[in-house]
């Protein structure tokens, strides 16, 4: 079943290639969505696929790249729209 996940990243995650790990690894699981630095510090993450893919991608941004320290994950569910049609990085 497709759903949508909003995800707020909070950590050293800005200048260590963060939004990039996450662009990868949405990708390899084929999820649409994006992923943006905010400017408190935080990055965002909205993604939309299958489930367990989605759940995966979760699992994913809690370890983040080397150098990058999580230290809360702000998670959301909502209803799949399906305007997402591809995974980027916002600049």
């Given at each position: 079943m497709n759903q949508k996940v909003i995800?707020?990243?909070?950590?050293?995650?800005?200048?260590?290639?963060?939004r990039y790990f996450v662009l990868q690894r949405a990708q390899r699981l084929e999820l649409a969505g994006?992923?943006?630095?905010?400017?408190?510090g935080r990055v965002e993450v909205a993604a939309e696929g299958e489930e367990q893919a989605l759940r995966?991608?979760?699992?994913?941004?809690?370890?983040?790249?080397?150098?990058?320290?999580?230290?809360r994950m702000e998670t959301?569910?909502?209803?799949?729209?399906?305007?997402?049609?591809?995974?980027?990085?916002?600049?």
């Amino acid at each position: 079943m497709n759903q949508k996940v909003i995800v707020h990243i909070s950590g050293r995650v800005q200048g260590v290639g963060y939004r990039y790990f996450v662009l990868q690894r949405a990708q390899r699981l084929e999820l649409a969505g994006f992923v943006r630095n905010l400017r408190d510090g935080r990055v965002e993450v909205a993604a939309e696929g299958e489930e367990q893919a989605l759940r995966s991608l979760l699992e994913d941004l809690q370890q983040g790249p080397a150098g990058a320290v999580i230290e809360r994950m702000e998670t959301k569910w909502q209803l799949y729209t399906g305007n997402l049609i591809s995974f980027e990085i916002m600049f």
